[in-house]
């Protein structure tokens, strides 16, 4: 059962290059999240989309992007990555129930 | 008023002891109440929920007690072992809008 899967699992970026972190659900789950976690912030809700072909913006969009062509994929584009951007990044999906599954994160570090 | 406030930010328990945490939240409109937990290098997990018919409910030795008056909903755990060391973080939900709202953590460490 593999659930969510990031890809990649960590990633040192130079500032200004173009990063695509990958994500991939097998539960057929409709909704998907992108959060960033940061020590003292908690989970911030970046993107999220509640079904394939639809998007929506959450706490702290800027610099981000995502689309959704299917039920499984979910990817998140940093176009120009900036030191800010430092941080985990986590996709999660959730059932009709709001129970989130949480993939085990992408550590990305903008130099 | 979308905000859930935990506290507090860090625990530290002995082996055997009661930890509790606590979440508060404004949105009378919330209607279920996660608590997820975090080990390091992992994703959050659910550990147990609650919805605001209940006052309490019990799931081995962790515990949600809910007071729907106060407008507050705590996590506690019976005789905290070393293995339970982990952030925990409280959510809230309302109806129909599946973004959680989450409290900013917990890292609770229990000493052997």
């Known amino acids: 059962i593999a659930g969510i899967t990031q890809a990649p699992t960590s990633q040192i970026l130079a500032a200004g290059r173009r990063m695509t972190l990958r994500c991939t659900q097998d539960m057929r789950h409709n909704a998907m999240y992108w959060y960033r976690q940061d020590l003292g912030l908690g989970l911030r809700l970046i993107h999220y989309s509640n079904t394939a072909g639809t998007t929506g913006k959450g706490e702290v969009p800027d610099g981000y992007s995502v689309s959704r062509a299917n039920t499984d994929d979910f990817p998140l584009t940093l176009a120009s990555a900036v030191p800010s951007q430092t941080s985990v990044y986590f996709c999660a999906s959730s059932d009709m129930t709001g129970e989130l599954f949480f993939g085990e994160g992408s550590r990305l570090t903008v130099l | 008023q979308q905000q859930v406030k935990q506290s507090p930010q860090s625990l530290i328990v002995q082996k055997g002891g009661i930890s509790i945490i606590n979440c508060a939240y404004e949105?009378?409109?919330?209607?279920?109440f996660p608590w997820y937990q975090q080990f390091p290098g992992k994703g959050p997990a659910l550990l147990i929920a609650?919805?605001?018919d209940v006052s309490e409910k019990k799931e081995g030795r962790f515990t949600i007690s809910f007071n729907k008056s106060a407008k507050q909903f705590s996590l506690h755990i019976m005789d905290s072992q070393p293995g339970d060391s982990a952030t925990y973080f409280c959510?809230?939900?309302?109806?129909?809008?599946?973004?959680?709202?989450w409290g900013a953590g917990t890292k609770l460490i229990i000493k052997p």
């Open positions: 609650i919805r605001p």
């Open positions: 949105n009378t409109a919330f209607d279920y």
């Open positions: 959510a809230a939900l309302a109806g129909s809008n599946y973004q959680l709202i």
